[in-house]
């Protein structure tokens, strides 16, 4: 993330991807336009945690993300979504950055409504009438050497399907008899939280598309897409542009944005099964 | 008197060890440079440690060049260290809102760095710092004794020249006569107890760490035990190391 490239080597890296002809370009690290980066995984590694990921990725760059679970009393008076953002609390720490970083903000708000706007309308979270399920997902980001949100959304994806929550042995309909809601001793059940993927793709002139680019990569890009996926070949809002670098970044055409999203549908389902 | 057994008269502990048994003791290497990236020396190696049920990641960084010009030294290299307990290490979430570290763990950072100021050769590597960042994922009980060997193991990973192994391992004592090795965190949170570090597994004490009231007659005895254990820890940190450097060399060819 703090790499600094000479203007030489970025232009090197710039001028291997915008070649007139498409099957002459190349990645810096050899893989295909639609290849993600080689990924190790290791589902549910912390056993105080109820569900937990570490995500190691090609480059170094490590995630672990830990999922605890609470019991919450309801506030009656806050409304759906107010109650949902109290319930989803995201905690993103890279200790390369300091806690007021903008980055670092913007990908901890992405994670977070990502996953209120999935689970608005439905009662997945919801123990009684009274009590409900808080979430703490923590997210700890070792080694970065790139923009991590990619990364970040796939270990996210994996801990919240494998996260195990208490059962529910006492009645669920609370309103008209006071009694707090009693739990089962060691039994836990799993509860699928749908939670959307985000790929980020590279735009280089008007045909190149990289998914999941490089920190050189993302250097000499025009512009960078936010897109979000989520199971059975669905591309979900919101969709936004992201940009970081000053030399090279300018506008693309609207036709892009239809090919970057044949292309995360074409790959998706392939990533998620993988995970 | 704690409603806890904490050693009965099998001789058995709580998790139904022997007094003098270790926890499980295992280590990995994550290597990820396994292709050339030309542009960026990532050659960055993570070393994972599970001492029982603590769970220690450390990454090195060095030794490289510093960023800030005031912390050059000309004869030597600066060594620094950097802790961070993760928020979800306990059973209990720490609630704590700002991420600075706490008291404690800027102790450790402290005494850690000074300990390993002595064992690596400092004086290869002038005019650069080596930093040592700590990851603590998950907690039982000595904590302490976990990053010193992580750390210890993460050097030798990094192809960093040391003088010897460190080996660290906690110690605590049950009705002012039994000692017992390597504790869990039931056993830390009850029991009088010490972390103990030796240079080389041999009757060097580098470190000595001693919370809580303790019984000063019996601490021949207390460090004859962590003695013991660390010369024992040495041996398998020792073995550890080579297989992982060898399965490493297998993967390289």
Not at chain 1, 78 to 89: F, Q
Not at chain 1, 129 to 158: H, T
Not at chain 1, 190 to 197: A, G, V
Not at chain 2, 119 to 140: A, F, G, H, R
Request: proline share 3%; charged share 20%; hydrophobic share 35%.
């Amino acid at each position: 993330m703090n790499t600094l490239f000479s203007t030489t080597e970025k232009s090197y890296f710039r001028e291997s991807l915008t070649k007139e002809k498409i099957s002459e370009c190349l990645r810096s690290d050899g893989r295909d336009f639609k290849q993600l980066r080689t990924l190790e995984s290791y589902p549910s590694f912390l056993n105080n945690c109820n569900g937990s990921t570490r995500l190691v990725s090609q480059d170094g760059t490590e995630t672990i993300v830990s999922c605890k679970v609470q019991l919450m009393e309801n506030d009656s008076k806050l409304n759906e979504l107010e109650l949902l953002n109290r319930l989803i609390n995201i905690d993103l720490s890279i200790p390369d950055l300091d806690n007021s970083n903008k980055l670092l903000n913007q990908m901890e708000d992405s994670i977070k409504n990502n996953i209120v706007s999935q689970l608005q309308g439905t009662d997945k979270l919801k123990v009684t009438q009274k009590y409900s399920f808080q979430l703490f997902i923590d997210i700890l980001v070792i080694n970065c050497n790139s923009y991590p949100l990619g990364l970040i959304s796939l270990a996210v994806y994996s801990t919240l399907n494998s996260t195990l929550f208490p059962v529910l042995i006492s009645q669920d309909d609370d309103l008209l008899v006071e009694q707090v809601p009693q739990f089962h001793d060691y039994d836990l059940k799993l509860i699928k939280i749908p939670c959307p993927i985000t790929f980020v793709v590279a735009i280089f002139g008007d045909d190149l598309l990289l998914v999941d680019p490089s920190e050189e990569e993302l250097q000499t890009a025009d512009n960078c897409l936010l897109i979000n996926y989520i199971e059975d070949k669905k591309v979900i809002g919101p969709i936004r542009t992201i940009q970081f670098n000053d030399e090279y970044t300018k506008g693309f055409n609207p036709l892009v944005l239809s090919k970057a999203f044949e292309l995360v549908e074409s790959i998706g389902d392939e990533v998620l099964s993988a995970l | 008197m704690s409603r806890f057994e904490f050693y009965n008269n099998d001789g058995l502990r709580i998790d139904g060890r022997r007094s003098n048994e270790l926890k499980n003791f295992e280590s990995s290497i994550t290597t990820t440079s396994n292709f050339a990236n030309f542009s960026r020396n990532t050659s960055t190696n993570t070393t994972y440690l599970q001492m029982g049920q603590n769970k220690v990641l450390v990454t090195i960084n060095g030794p490289k060049e510093p960023t800030n010009r005031t912390k050059i030294d000309s004869n030597k290299a600066t060594l620094s260290t950097n802790i961070n307990i993760s928020k979800f290490s306990k059973v209990n979430r720490n609630t704590n809102k700002s991420n600075l570290p706490d008291k404690q763990t800027l102790e450790w950072e402290y005494e850690i760095t000074q300990l390993f100021s002595t064992i690596v050769v400092l004086e290869t590597y002038p005019k650069s710092t080596i930093s040592i960042n700590v990851t603590v994922l998950q907690q039982d009980g000595g904590v302490l004794s976990a990053i010193i060997n992580c750390i210890t193991i993460a050097l030798i990973n990094n192809s960093i020249q040391i003088y010897d192994i460190i080996t660290a391992v906690s110690i605590g004592i049950v009705d002012q006569k039994h000692f017992l090795l390597d504790l869990n965190h039931l056993e830390e949170q009850f029991l009088s107890s010490g972390t103990i570090a030796t240079v080389g597994g041999g009757d060097q004490v580098s470190l000595l760490r001693i919370r809580d009231k303790f019984p000063l007659d019996l601490i021949e005895e207390f460090m004859q035990v962590g003695l013991q254990g660390c010369s024992v820890l040495k041996e398998i940190i020792t073995k550890q190391v080579k297989d992982m450097n060898l399965n490493k060399l297998v993967e390289i060819q």
